[in-house]
């Protein structure tokens, strides 16, 4: 090592004396020895000597720790700061570890598990969370005020004192965790993981994150019943996410999700998250198409949609609107409803090789149903006017057309003349619908069907060959054929030519 000597002469005495300075660089190796140093004269020698106490510098620690450079905390909850450490070399038994609150001079404790001068401000509220064994040294603060924001802490894990080492060229200030205490908890962050549709299930989250894992925050939903499943995270260094996933199957009713999180410290804190819940609807169905049709002829059509949502309920739209149509809405179950439009359509030869087709407009959306229209014309078919009755028959001539066009609602003139001879005066008109071989007018009241009853009445004298017959309040349905056939006391005729069509227009005078 460098060493250096000056020789002086002290003042008035007749002496010399010598100095030697040696540049010393002490090793840890280096403690306990003795550093002696000796003067050698012509006639002799002297020396002296000194035991060395060498400090070991803290930039030669055999140990490294690992802990976050800063952490948030919440007024009254605990805190835990993560710590790992690790020797370079073989551990050591009976390794202890101490917290300290970093300052510039001294080492004030946080947490010493074998001397109880903590700072008052700690006291009490620490302890070691982990195994030291397996490198834990992590530290736990059970209750943070707001005394401890900013404050650093690093730990020291060495079977020696800290006050057994020098820091020149060192600072734990670079290593400590400062702790970042907060009075006031952030609001949950709510969070759709499946959008709501009405009888579907759906999901909603709600999270926030924390410090504390052995006393996490508590959690309360609302407005919406349900499952919950509680997960637990790590985010970061001492950061924890906390979620609680609701699963539910939604309902109109359901307008919001209010999530509310209650901390140890008596914070609280809320979100509200809108749901705005999806009504559904199902294709709309043609039920009993029209197939093949006459010109004239009246069929019943019903085309029906089932939806979700009292609100969101359809209208049902042909692309023949001037014809009747009647709407039924019934309940299914809860939330879910059943729309049906039954339309009675009445098809012309213009309308053949078109499409019938109903519509269900939504508030968001529509949906369509058609089916071909195959309409054919009236072709009379002689036999149409044989009679019901087959027993013994006269038969005659009459003159009635074969079809003729009305409007529904409206009233019917089916005009009839027949021949006779003088001494053949009718004395009673019935006439009869075809199909069915249902009667229409007849001079009894009780012998009409109840579909004509009170709206048929003969026009013409019998006797003078005027069998013109009068309909009321023409149905859809009422096209015929009506034939006429006639009685003179018993004696009984039929005739030929006595049939009529009737070909409805579908325009409805009520609209």
């Not at 004269?41 to 620690?61: A, C, D, F, Q």
């Not at 800063?70 to 202890?96: A, E, H, R």
């Not at 410090?211 to 499952?227: D, K």
Request: aromatic content about 8%; hydrophobic content about 30%.
């Amino acid at each position: 090592m460098p060493a250096s000597t000056s020789t002086s002469e002290v003042s008035g005495q007749a002496l010399w004396k010598t100095v030697s300075t040696l540049t010393f660089t002490s090793a840890a190796k280096d403690h306990g020895k003795q550093l002696t140093c000796s003067a050698q004269y012509s006639e002799g020698r002297t020396e002296t000597s000194i035991p060395l106490r060498v400090k070991r510098n803290m930039l030669s620690l055999d140990w490294s720790f690992s802990t976050p450079e800063s952490l948030p905390g919440l007024k009254g909850s605990c805190i835990i700061i993560p710590c790992k450490f690790s020797y370079s070399k073989s551990k050591p038994d009976g390794l202890q570890v101490i917290w300290y609150l970093y300052q510039s001079k001294g080492y004030p404790s946080v947490y010493n598990q074998k001397e109880g001068n903590i700072i008052s401000k700690f006291a009490g509220i620490t302890s070691l969370i982990g195994s030291v064994s397996e490198g834990n040294c992590s530290l736990k603060i059970d209750k943070l005020e707001m005394s401890h924001n900013k404050d650093r802490l690093y730990p020291w894990i060495d079977k020696d004192s800290i006050t057994s080492f020098h820091s020149q060229g060192h600072s734990f200030i670079d290593k400590s965790t400062q702790l970042e205490v907060s009075e006031n908890a952030e609001e949950p962050q709510i969070i759709l993981i499946v959008a709501p549709k009405v009888g579907v299930e759906s999901k909603v989250s709600c999270t926030v994150r924390h410090t504390c894992i052995t006393a996490p925050p508590v959690f309360t939903l609302s407005g919406i019943p349900g499952t919950d499943r509680v997960t637990d995270s790590q985010v970061s260094d001492g950061v924890w996410e906390r979620t609680v996933e609701r699963t539910w199957t939604a309902e109109e009713q359901h307008k919001s999700v209010e999530c509310n999180v209650a901390y140890p410290g008596g914070q609280k804190a809320r979100k509200e998250l809108q749901l705005n819940v999806e009504c559904l609807y199902e294709e709309i169905t043609m039920i009993n198409p029209p197939g093949e049709m006459i010109e004239g002829t009246a069929r019943s059509v019903v085309c029906s949609v089932t939806y979700s949502c009292k609100k969101n309920k359809p209208s049902i739209v042909w692309n023949f609107p001037d014809m009747l149509s009647t709407v039924k809405t019934m309940e299914i179950t809860k939330d879910f409803y059943n729309i049906s439009s039954n339309l009675t359509f009445i098809g012309s030869l213009g309308d053949n090789g078109k499409k019938l087709k109903c519509t269900a407009e939504f508030s968001k959306g529509e949906t369509s149903a058609s089916a071909d229209l195959k309409i054919g014309p009236y072709e009379y078919k002689f036999g149409e006017d044989e009679p019901f009755d087959t027993g013994e028959l006269q038969v005659r001539e009459a003159d009635v057309p074969h079809s003729f066009s009305a409007l529904t609602r409206s009233c019917v003139v089916i005009p009839c003349s027949f021949q006779s001879k003088d001494h053949e005066l009718m004395t009673r008109g019935i006439w009869y619908k075809r199909s069915g071989h249902s009667i229409v007018f007849h001079n009894e009241r009780n012998s009409v069907m109840d579909h004509f009853k009170d709206r048929t009445k003969l026009l013409g004298n019998l006797h003078e060959g005027d069998c013109s017959m009068e309909i009321d309040d023409i149905k859809p349905f009422d096209n015929g054929p009506f034939c006429f056939h006639a009685q003179r006391e018993s004696v009984k005729y039929r005739f030929n030519n006595s049939c009529a069509f009737i070909k409805m227009k579908g325009l409805d005078l009520l609209r």
